[in-house]
Structure formats: C-alpha cells, structure tokens
C-alpha cells in the first residue's frame, strides 16, 4: 500500500494546559518510558514494514504533545527509519526551546515548524497555564530563523475565557509582526475533563459566546487575507506555497501511516487507533503487536461523508467531476437534497464545477458537514 504521509505522535508534556484534551503526559509522570520512546515508535513501524510502500514520501509530522522535547538526535534516529520526504514538521513549545535546540532539530532535518504561541497576551498565557512568554515566542521565531526555517506555523487560539475583541485584534497584529508563511487558528473548544471544564461548571470562568468567537474569525479573515494570507482551510491561512502538505492530506482523504501512542492511521477505508496510554502502548509492541485500540471498515458510503465534509474544510471545495472519477458516483445526484438545503441557507456556493463553503459556511461549518455524516 502506497503512503505518502506520516504522522508521529510524541505524548510528553512539561505539564497539562487547562484546555488541554490533547493526548500528552507530564514528562515527570513518565520518564521511564520517555527514554526508550523513539525506539517503541520504530519497533511499530517495523510491524507495517512489509506491508507499505513509502515511496514516494511526502510529508512526515511530529505532534504531540510536545514533540520538541525530544532530543535532535531521537529525530535524526526516527527519520532514518524513512525515505527523504518533501515536507516535515515539527511542533514545538516556546519553553522547550533555544537557539542551540533549533539549530540541531534544523540539521537533523526538520523544514517546518508548528509553534504553539497561543496568544501574546500575558494574562491569557497564564491562565491558558502555558509556561511561555509572549517574548519567548517571538524570540523563538527569530531564532529558528537564524536556524535556517524557512517555512514557520505559529497557532493561535480565540474565544478564551477573559479574551475580548480588541485583545484578538492585537493578537493578530503581533502574528503578522512576525511574519510567519502559516497561521492556524483555533476556536477554544472547552472540552470535558479539562480543568476549564470544571471551572466553567463552578461558573469561575466563561469562555466567549458563538457570536464573538465567529466576529474573532471574521476579524481574522480580513486582516490575513489583506496581509497576503490564503484562508486555504477553515482553520488555516498561509503564504502561496507554503500551504501544509501534511494536512492537506487529511483534508484530501489521502493514506497516511500514525506511529505512537494514540496516533490514528488511514489506509483507502481502515481507520486504526492507537491505544492512547502509555503502558498499553508499551505492552502491545513487548508482545510484537501492532497497538491498535480501535479500527473500523468504513462502507463505500462513510468513506464518500468524509470526503465531502473533510474537502468542504478547504477553499477548493469539492471538485464534482474528481469525486465522480475516484467513487464512481455523481456528487450532485447522491446528495442532492443536502446540497439544495445547504446552498438555500446560503452556507454552501455550488457552481457547474463543484462546490465549496459561502464565508457565512465558513463560520458556521459544523452545520454543513453534520448533513453528510
Ligand atoms: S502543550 Fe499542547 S499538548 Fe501539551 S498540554 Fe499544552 S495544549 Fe496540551
């Protein structure tokens, strides 16, 4: 089986952030494991070996977590393990950095950098319990680029607890200060078991209602798009070119390898996922098995879902003619009753050549994909 992409999952943290959901561990809960981590990630590759092609290999992702805990050294280790790809990325935490540390992560091969600035607002750093500062992110990216990164992701996250339109809007200014070629947006998600989920709960913190969370997105809109930014996903913007290979794939419904703990893998239409601790992922590969958790067959049916809702993330949209090629059946036909409602609400712009979100679609794409689940 042909896969281009590669996602490795790298699940330590210094400590939790309070809207964390994410899979990751305190480092000082696990620094057994963190030891001989990049060594369990090879021997799981080494059990899809025979099975995958790699070549070509587009893109390889490290995420976590915080993959910049690891060593130069533990990447160099792991990319060994593969064919030269076009496109990897790394993503990184301000703290755990330096300018020695992106030095080392550039030489061993890392051309792309994902980092996790969140927001340049002290006050909002800190209650989010990011050990940063907005300096450090900035010094950061000053740094990799003396490193030689030519290609930098910075994230940025809206509608926190406390935030207010004036505070996004010089969040956005200091982003575009930095000149990045990629900008990720997020809309705060308080999801449960997190401490803002409790907090929200005791009514200790209120996180921003829909209507500013989707002016924040409309704000950011504009200002990106006048400073030379593709909106390219509902999420992302990016310099032309410099569009991320790795999601693209996703978006594109492509094959893609996941290695490490709660990592997830798609081939054509089997899904795995990974057990999501550490020492069932562990035991798994001590027995010589994969650690698959959970895995489905999707139907021909599922598999068409997802490409619509997964394409109708991107500004390209869905392209009729490509889908009937790849599925063998007319987009246009099998969700006529969808497209219709979606295109009446305004939320879906559909022409002879396919169709893509409206930018109130855009603000509102939940709804549309929730009508081809
Ligand atoms: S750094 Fe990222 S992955 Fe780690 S706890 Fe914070 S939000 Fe979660």
């Known amino acids: 089986m042909k896969i281009a992409s590669v996602y490795i999952h790298i699940p330590f943290c210094l400590r939790k952030c309070n809207y964390c959901d994410f899979v990751s561990y305190p480092l000082a809960d696990c620094s057994t494991v963190r030891g001989h981590y990049p060594q369990l990630v090879l021997q ?37 393990a593969f064919p030269a790809a076009t496109e990897i990325t790394l993503e990184a935490n301000p703290e755990t950095l330096d300018e020695a540390k992106l030095a080392a992560f550039y030489q061993a091969g890392i051309n792309r950098l994902s980092l996790g600035v969140q927001s340049f607002k002290p006050q909002l750093l800190t209650s989010m319990g990011r ?34 339109l004036q505070d996004w809007q010089e969040d956005i ?39 500013l969370s989707a002016d924040m997105l409309e704000y ?25 290979q790795h999601n693209l794939a996703y978006w594109r419904r492509e094959n893609y390898l996941g290695l490490g703990v709660a990592a997830a893998g798609c081939m054509l239409n089997y ?10 992922y562990q035991t798994m590969l001590e027995k010589g098995q994969r650690p698959v958790f959970d895995e489905e067959h999707l139907t021909i049916d599922q598999v068409m879902s997802e490409a619509i809702f997964l394409g109708l993330r991107l500004a390209e949209g869905i392209n009729f003619k490509s889908f009937a090629e790849q599925y063998g059946v007319n987009p246009l036909k099998r969700y006529r009753k969808q497209i219709r409602k979606m295109a009446e609400a305004g939320l879906l712009e559909v022409n002879e050549k396919g169709m893509y979100l409206s930018r109130r679609g855009v603000l509102l794409g939940n709804e549309v994909f929730m009508q081809f689940v």
């Open 271 to 280: 899904r795995y996922y990974n057990h999501r601790t550490l020492a069932a």
């Open 173 to 211: 200014a200091d982003a575009l200060a930095l000149g990045t070629e990629h900008i990720s947006l997020y809309s705060l998600t308080v999801e449960e078991g997190t401490p803002w989920w409790q907090m929200e709960r005791d009514g200790l913190i209120c996180p921003a209602d829909q209507d």
């Open 131 to 164: 050990g940063h500062t907005s300096e450090q992110s900035q010094a950061m990216v000053a740094a990799a680029r003396r490193a030689g990164f030519a290609n930098i992701n910075i994230d940025l996250i809206y509608g926190l607890p406390g935030q207010n």
């Open 220 to 244: 950011a809109i504009d200002a990106l798009a006048a400073a030379g930014y593709r909106h390219y996903e509902i999420s992302n913007f990016a310099r032309p070119g410099f569009e991320s």
């Open 44 to 80: 799981e590759l080494e059990l899809y070996r025979e099975e995958l092609d790699f070549s070509p290999l587009r893109t390889i992702y490290f995420g976590g977590g915080t993959p910049s805990i690891l060593e130069a050294a533990e990447i160099s280790q792991l990319l060994a």
